[in-house]
């Protein structure tokens, strides 16, 4: 039988041959002795796509938002940050838990972003009353949608108008930046730090890299050691990350390339689909078939989490071929 089409997530990738040679002949070192080459290399690799001081690499991408966030905001400080955003919703309230950092959550507008008069009005004046508005976080992409460069410009100047520093949880950055044309230093100039995922479209097996400016990036090293996250011969993980900025980058196109072909196959045969901006496909399924087509579909080989509004997600690991595979089983599903 054909291997598996996985649509859960861009994180299900296994890494290349060709990636886990590049891990194999990796130089490493301590990296908390600050010893490990190939770590150091990514990092200062990665600062320098984005135009920015400094970078560091992190295990996961929570806890690159969470040492973020830290960076950033002091006990008692406020982020203000989307409904839907990653660093609130999904990230298990660390930034309140460790951080004792209070979000002020804005709802999100169907493109994804904030409405700016909506952050304005809820920076808190200064008065005993109310949290200090520190940071302002946004995230691109955000459920699969691509944040343009003039909202993000148009909110990079009103946080430094307003006093507050800004973070860009980049998770799918690289998404964002291929949709564009344009180089991530570009799409995201102006903000104070940014987190980028390796493990998402990129795929390596895990890690993320913040960068930002120098000042941040050394409060947020002292946070990686306090949260667990400082490791020792971590060039073995960082040379995948290498890897696939050399090889992974410009390929996303081929995943949006996909996604539209999913989304295309699924209208074609007759399911609801909002239109892909890059490697996402929400599809509407009604509430009482979602566990017998997800059972149905993985019966055919296609493993998807199925829910009233289903999220697939192409990658590195689905060609085209796997597309269709998806798509014929759906269009098989006999609900009766
Ligand atoms: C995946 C993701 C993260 C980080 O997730 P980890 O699984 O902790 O690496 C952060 N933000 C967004 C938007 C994400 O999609």
């Keep these: 039988m054909a291997p598996v089409v996985d649509l859960r997530s861009d994180t299900v990738t296994r890494p290349s041959p060709a990636m886990r040679e590049a891990m194999a002949r990796a130089e490493v070192g301590d990296d908390v002795f600050g010893d490990d080459p190939t770590a150091k290399a990514l990092e200062a690799r990665t600062a320098e796509l984005f135009g920015l001081e400094a970078g560091l690499f992190f295990p996961t991408g929570t806890q690159s938002n969470l040492a973020a966030l830290m960076a950033h905001c002091g006990r008692g400080e406020e982020v203000i940050v989307g409904q839907d955003a990653h660093t609130y919703r999904y990230e298990g309230g660390g930034a309140a838990v460790l951080g004792s950092i209070q979000p002020q959550p804005i709802q999100n507008l169907p493109d994804g972003t904030l409405d700016l008069a909506m952050v304005e009005a809820a920076i808190k004046p200064d008065d005993s009353h109310f949290a200090i508005t520190r940071l302002l976080a ?108 050399d090889h992974h980058v410009e390929r996303l196109a081929e995943d949006h390339a996909n996604a539209e072909r999913l989304a295309r196959g699924l209208a074609a045969a007759g399911c609801e689909v909002e239109t892909p901006q890059t490697n996402m496909v929400f599809v509407k399924v009604a509430k009482e078939r979602c566990a017998g087509l997800q059972e149905h579909l993985a019966a055919q080989g296609v493993i998807a989490i199925v829910s009233p509004r289903t999220r697939l997600v192409t990658h590195l690991d689905v060609d085209a071929a796997g597309v269709d595979r998806a798509v014929e089983a759906f269009a098989a599903f006999d609900p009766d």
Aim: with cysteine; glycine share 16%; hydrophobic share 45%.
């Design 138 to 245: 946004l995230e691109n992409t955000i459920g699969g949608k691509v944040i343009g460069r003039d909202y993000l410009a148009k909110a990079v100047t009103l946080a430094w108008k307003k006093g507050l520093s800004t973070h860009l949880d980049g998770a799918r950055i690289f998404n964002a930046a291929v949709k564009l044309g344009m180089p991530v230093g570009a799409l995201c100039a102006g903000f104070d730090t940014v987190s980028a995922c390796l493990s998402k479209g990129l795929g390596t097996p895990a890690g993320t890299v913040l960068v930002g400016h120098r000042g941040l990036v050394d409060k947020a090293r002292r946070i990686r050691k306090m949260l667990g996250g400082g490791m020792r011969q971590v060039g073995i993980l960082a040379a995948a990350g290498l890897y696939a900025l």
